[in-house]
């Protein structure tokens, strides 16, 4: 028994050396001086591995002795991720951000200001909207990386057998809707699960409305005003009568409703273009087969024209706390080199550069990401409207919506609780 | 001597006199057909879990449930194992591995000296220690995510096996010390001084006397722990963002994304994988973990 | 001290006619018994204590005070945090969403509990009566569930359950003729938690089970059968003769039960990720998340975990001091 204490301190010291040793091991990795490790996260799989190729081989190419690491995120607790990891001493040297949640960490002092690289980055040729997204009280923080525009894409053969064609405004895109879905009875004539709140903001931004407006150093949420009101009218209606998809559902795997037939028509990002033509043997298979039979055009304005649709996508900045800054510079300008950002384009993601559109090349998607792209708006610009979108408010409301809930009432609620957020 | 005879118990209990069992015979029956429906119910998940994994992801979607997988394929665990575009299998898991393992060791040891103080000793705030114990349990975890990253974080103990250890051994040790010191208190201290008698030191009567019989209860709490963390998410997200340095919970989550698209059939094979090492584990011990369990608790 | 008792199967007859006169397990002697040791207890504790201290104390000062800060994401990135009293705790207090939330958790840990406990008694009971190879087979079911880890077995259940491909909606719609066609079973709150107490029931019944059945089968046989010889109904024999022998279990493992699912996080967490709508089914911990991470407010999550911390004290206030009473402490 009167050992016991001493195998407890021994216990504690063995864990204190631990301690220690590992501490150590942390240190000597960042004194190494020349042969630094410049690590980039990059979220989703969105980035194109010949990008990631490219970016790694002309980093270290450029600054030999240097190597950098692609620690590929998941959107799952990125904003948690980032609010620890870029707080702390092991920080990630660059890293991409939704551009919705690029403000919380603008505004906070995260990432280091590249007001002085914004020329040399590409200047006014960076998409605006993600420019704004990425500035915080005139320091520019925050470099677009890429933006997906949302598309309609809906099944040819279904349109023609009931007499539609592509619709000019979003009141015929309504009706078309309608039209299939009650020409096909238990189908999708507008597949819209729930929960896909992104699709929504079309609808109001249209109608004249708005999310919330600044007003003076407050924000005053817009979602009850008559405008905005006439859009989520709008969203209940299609989503109550044209969409068969869950009330409560997400926005994931659309090619499985399209495939099999039951979704005759969706809007979504770009990308899920390759989601529904995958080879039947893919991981997540498609149905190439149907290649012929997939249509696609910008979602429709009130007015004609491109409505101004969401541009979701990301912003790529440098950790304030980055051990080498200048190596981390010089990966971001790589990142948004002309280069790199074909890659993107070729892939049917709108590059960062208003330039590179043409990227995308000229077929029925490209083109429809252009308009769409060229109209794309983005959701308030307050650093803390990253939180109303963490805190799941939005996504509530709409799957309320798709219940057949009570507009009016439930949008007063919400605007409430925005401003709460915005202003609290 | 005791330890045997006390997984005997149930044993005895079963050779009830026959008397009884005439009369409930019917009785009996119904309570087969009962155990039969029980377990089916206990293992449906775990079956669906594992028949899922085996079929091809575009007929798990399909309008026909395939109850047995037709089409069998082991595509699924290939694509979790060895798709290059993928986070590795096998480094999350010997992380997983090794911070489990360290943790249930660690855990024990220290709970087991912790409890040996509150049982065997008079001291002031002894029972200030065992309320502190039980309070802590109460803390919800979410709420400290921040200030045990800085912690870490002072320490350079971010990205190591060693910090995510020492956070897990926080986590449960409360329940480790104030289960396993209802065990400790239940080997009687007569039983070492007898041993000294018999002329072993005081170290000697309790390894050769009290340690066997604890073995149960340090089996049944090591279980808690292995469960624990083997299965912890959120911390292990934040602390070990390097992807070398993930654990298998969050490896798990890299095949749900946010908008793309989700690959449920890998899921499976995942979760599956995930599973057998603490179903084996489990395995193992089982038969000590029962009675561990219930002679901790009667003095918890 | 139990156990110990039991065990003495060798000499059944003297220890158990002990055991029918005073069916209260006898209390703990042994403290009694203590030394004083000087210094040897405090240096026993020094590993847990300083791990304890360093992981678990230190943060939960930082938090105490974070409670009474304005404290943002901005903070964790090094601004001045400034004091503003108790300004986060009137916060909560006033909001209706928070006694909703705390309402919610504590009617559906009370749920849980309760039928976490009477199945798992039930089967406990039923493992009792089985012949081996039924009790085999029992056992190993309950083992694979509990096995089953939490965050596995919500996504599994959440396929089952799922609105377009769910086994259970293709049953109920096949096999039943029910219109369940596309139904979904997270969008109504209360269903929403019918899917939750399932997963959490099903997953902690196998410890209840267990714990019970140990204890039972330490129960002396004399005592079973002669409940089983008297005319009282079950229920009766159960409570009045084989339930004080498990009073001590029961009290640790429905106090163990209630601090577990009134934190419960990661079942809802990740069911709210399949659907279901968030602000009608948080829970405590899936509220502090969102507070704390998902909307920055750090200083009012400190003051939700406080305030919970509380309440959970108050409720096992009654555990505590009878344990006092019982000297087990």
């Known amino acids: 028994m009167k050992k016991l204490p001493l195998v407890a301190l021994g216990a504690v010291a063995v864990l204190a050396l631990a301690g220690c040793a590992a501490g150590t091991n942390a240190a000597s990795g960042e004194d190494a001086g020349d042969g630094a490790e410049i690590r980039v996260w990059l979220v989703g799989t969105d980035t194109p591995d010949a990008a990631r190729e490219y970016l790694k081989t002309t980093f270290e190419e450029g600054n030999p002795g240097s190597t950098l690491t692609i620690e590929e995120q998941s959107w799952t607790g990125l904003v948690d991720k980032l609010t620890t990891n870029l707080s702390g001493s092991d920080s990630p040297d660059v890293v991409e951000v939704g551009n919705t949640q690029a403000s919380a960490f603008t505004s906070a002092g995260a990432f280091l200001d590249l007001t002085d690289k914004y020329e040399a980055l590409g200047g006014d040729d960076l998409l605006p909207g993600f420019v704004e997204a990425g500035t915080y009280d005139d320091k520019f923080y925050a470099a677009p990386l890429y933006s997906g525009a949302r598309l309609v894409f809906y099944n040819k053969e279904a349109a023609t057998a009931a007499g539609l064609g592509v619709p000019a405004t979003l009141d015929e895109y309504i009706a078309g809707g309608e039209a299939l879905a009650a020409a096909n009875p238990g189908k999708s004539g507008i597949w819209w699960p729930g929960q896909d709140w992104y699709n929504a903001l079309p609808y109001i931004w249209e109608n004249g409305g708005e999310i919330a407006v600044p007003d003076g150093e407050e924000w005053d949420a817009q979602l009850s005003s008559a405008e905005s009101m006439a859009g989520l009218e709008q969203v209940q209606q299609v989503m109550t009568t044209a969409s068969a998809a869950p009330k409560d559902g997400q926005e994931t795997n659309p090619q499985v409703g399209f495939c099999d037939g039951t979704t005759l028509q969706l809007s979504a990002p770009s990308w899920v273009k390759w989601s529904i033509l995958a080879p039947a043997d893919a991981e997540t298979p498609g149905c190439p087969e149907q290649e012929a039979n997939l249509g696609v055009y910008a979602l429709p304005g009130i007015d004609g024209g491109a409505a101004q649709v969401f541009a979701g996508g990301s912003n790529v900045a440098v950790s ?9 510079t010089k990966a971001l300008e790589i990142i948004l080199s002309d280069e790199f950002q074909t890659i993107y384009g070729e892939n049917g993601l709108v590059p960062a550069k208003l330039s590179l559109a043409s990227t995308l090349g000229t077929d029925e998607v490209a083109l429809a990401t252009t308009e769409a792209a060229g109209n794309a708006k983005l959701t308030p610009a307050s650093p803390k409207w990253a939180d109303v979108e963490a805190s799941g408010l939005l996504t509530d409301l709409f799957v309320k919506i798709a219940q057949g809930g009570d507009v009016e009432q439930l949008a007063t609620e919400a605007d409430e609780k925005i401003e709460s957020i915005l202003n609290g | 001597m005791t330890a045997t005879s006390t997984r005997r118990a149930p044993a005895a209990s079963v050779a009830r006199p026959r008397r009884y069992k005439a009369r409930r015979r019917w009785s009996s029956a119904l309570l087969s057909v009962l155990a039969v429906v029980i377990f089916l119910a206990s293992v449906f998940p775990v079956y669906w879990m594992v028949n899922t994994s085996f079929q091809p992801n575009n007929e798990i979607r399909g309008s026909v449930l395939h109850f047995w997988p037709d089409n069998f394929t ?12 993928r986070t590795p299998f096998l480094p999350a898991l010997g992380n997983s591995l090794i911070v489990t393992i360290l943790t249930v060791a660690i855990a024990l040891v220290f709970a087991f000296l912790a409890s040996l103080a509150v049982t065997r000793f008079r001291f002031r705030s002894r029972k200030g220690f065992i309320l502190a114990i039980l309070i802590v349990q109460m803390i919800p975890a979410e709420a400290m ?10 320490w350079s103990l971010l990205n190591t096996i060693a910090g995510l250890t020492f956070v897990y051994v926080a986590t449960v040790l409360p329940f480790t010390i104030w289960t396993l010191r209802g065990f400790v208190n239940g080997v009687p201290a007569d039983l070492e ?7 072993l030191s ?7 006397i009290t340690f066997p019989l604890l073995a149960p209860g340090l089996v049944a709490t090591g279980v808690f722990g292995f469960i624990q963390a083997w299965n912890e998410f959120l911390l292990a997200l934040v602390v070990n963002s390097r992807p070398e340095m993930m654990t298998l919970p969050v490896w798990l989550r890299t095949f749900q994304t946010l908008t793309g698209t989700t690959n449920w059939a890998a899921i499976m094979a995942g979760s599956t994988l995930m599973a057998i090492p603490v179903i084996i584990f489990f395995l193992i011990v089982q038969g000590r973990m029962t009675s561990g369990l219930v002679a901790g608790a009667v003095k918890g | 001290m139990t156990s110990l008792t039991s065990a003495h199967e060798a000499a059944p007859s003297a220890v158990t006619d002990e055991r029918i006169i005073a069916p209260e397990p006898p209390p703990a002697r042994s403290g009694r018994r203590k030394r004083a040791g000087g210094l040897t207890p405090y240096m026993l504790l020094v590993p847990s204590v300083a791990v304890l201290a360093a992981i678990i104390g230190w943060p939960l000062i930082q938090l105490f005070i974070m409670s009474f800060q304005d404290f943002g994401r901005a903070q964790v990135f090094g601004a001045p945090a400034p004091f503003i009293g108790l300004d986060n705790y009137a916060k909560i207090l006033i909001d209706e ?18 039928a976490t406990m009477i199945l798992g008694t039930l089967i406990a009971l039923m493992m009792m009566r089985l012949g081996r190879f039924f009790r085999l087979l029992l056992s190993v079911g309950l083992l694979l569930a509990w096995a089953m880890p939490a965050l596995t077995a919500t996504i599994v259940w959440g396929w089952i359950f799922d609105t377009d491909y769910g086994v259970v909606n293709n049953v109920l719609v096949n096999a039943f003729g029910l219109d369940f066609v596309q139904h979904s079973w997270l969008i109504n709150p209360l269903s929403f938690f019918f899917v939750a107490a399932i997963i959490v029931i099903w997953g902690a019944v196998p410890f209840v089970a267990f714990t019970v059945y140990a204890g039972l089968t330490q129960v002396p046989d004399e005592v079973l059968e002669a409940s089983q010889l008297d005319g009282a109904n079950s229920f009766a024999r159960f409570r009045l003769i084989i339930y004080p022998y498990l009073k001590s279990i029961f009290l640790v493992v429905i106090i163990l039960q209630v601090i577990w699912d009134l934190r419960v996080f990661t079942q809802i967490f990740a069911l709210q990720g399949i659907g279901g709508i968030k602000d009608q089914t948080n829970t405590l911990g899936t509220y502090i998340y969102q507070v704390s991470i998902g909307t920055g407010q750090y200083g009012i999550g400190g003051a939700i975990a406080v305030i919970t911390v509380i309440i959970m004290m108050a409720i096992s206030l009654y555990y505590v001091r009878q344990s006092i009473k019982d000297e087990e402490l």
Request: hydrophobic share 50%; glycine share 6%.
């Open chain 2, 202 to 208: 005081r170290t000697g009567a309790f390894w050769r």
């Open chain 3, 97 to 114: 969403a928070f006694w909703q939330v705390l309402l919610r958790s504590f009617a559906f840990c009370a749920v849980c509990v309760v």
């Open chain 1, 320 to 328: 304030a706390k980055s051990a080498h800054p200048e190596l981390a």
């Open chain 2, 74 to 85: 082991l595509r699924n665990y290939e694509t979790v194992l060895f798709d290059p575009g």
């Open chain 2, 145 to 154: 995510i921040v200030s045990t990253y800085r912690v870490l974080d002072d």
């Open chain 2, 193 to 199: 001084e007898a041993g000294m008698i018999d002329g």
